[in-house]
């Protein structure tokens, strides 16, 4: 990186960088206020254990990067592309994401507390034994995601597609469902207790799966379409 990139500490601004880690720390140490990444590129970095609080990534790049165990807290993430960087054990509580790519990335055992995704791509994202209280998504695709025992009670889920995710375990009892997907998904074990699924697309569904459904509310036309996938006639 430049040396003109490290004086731009003081103006807590970096714009059109190849950061490294060892990078990155200098402009921590030297920092007067929280850091904006502007079309930075951190690609295969290792961010591990840094503090990033409060920091703003406008179209950056992070593709394999890893952020594991560091404090993301009040982090803003718009437009970035981050295929496979790995959130394990990181604190990002109160973030948010924005037309993000972040298929393929981990977020195991990351805090998520009040973190929202809006419009971001999460397929084949794992969240396993992650902190999820508060968790909000939107518009978001999370197809083949691994979202087994997260909680969604009471959440507006808008147009969040979980087409062959694993929502084994998952909570979405008195969620509100704003279309987005279900099919093919693993449910086993998921609870929808008071869900309203009207305008959900649930496809094909086991007898096991439709135990799952038990106080949910679905329309006359998905409970035909639930019929005949059990075999079942509907005159």
């Known amino acids: 990186m430049p040396d003109h990139a490290l004086s731009a500490a003081s103006a807590a601004s970096i714009t059109d960088q190849t950061l490294s880690r060892q990078d990155v720390e200098a402009l921590l140490a030297g920092r007067m206020a929280a850091l904006t990444f502007e079309r930075c590129a951190f690609d295969d970095a290792d961010l591990s254990r840094l503090d990033l609080r409060n920091g703003v990534f406008l179209r950056c790049t992070a593709a394999g990067a890893s952020f594991a165990r560091a404090q993301l807290g009040d982090t803003r993430w718009q437009s970035c592309r981050m295929g496979g960087a790995d959130f394990g054990l990181a604190d990002l509580t109160d973030s948010r994401f924005n037309a993000c790519d972040l298929n393929n990335t981990n977020w195991n055992r990351a805090q998520l507390a009040a973190v929202a995704f809006d419009g971001v791509k999460l397929t084949g994202a ?110």
């Open 126 to 235: 794992t969240f396993s034994d992650a902190r999820t209280l508060g968790l909000s998504l939107r518009d978001s695709l999370l197809v083949g995601a691994d979202l087994r025992g997260v909680g969604f009670r009471k959440q507006r889920l808008v147009g969040v597609d979980f087409s062959s995710a694993d929502l084994a375990g998952c909570d979405f009892r008195e969620a509100v469902f704003e279309g987005g997907s279900l099919a093919e998904a693993n449910l086993r074990q998921a609870q929808f207790g008071g869900a309203d699924l009207r305008q959900a697309t649930l496809g094909a569904l086991t007898v096991e799966q439709v135990a799952s459904f038990k106080r949910a509310t679905i329309s006359h036309e998905q409970a035909a379409m639930l019929a005949v996938s059990m075999g079942m006639l509907v005159a």
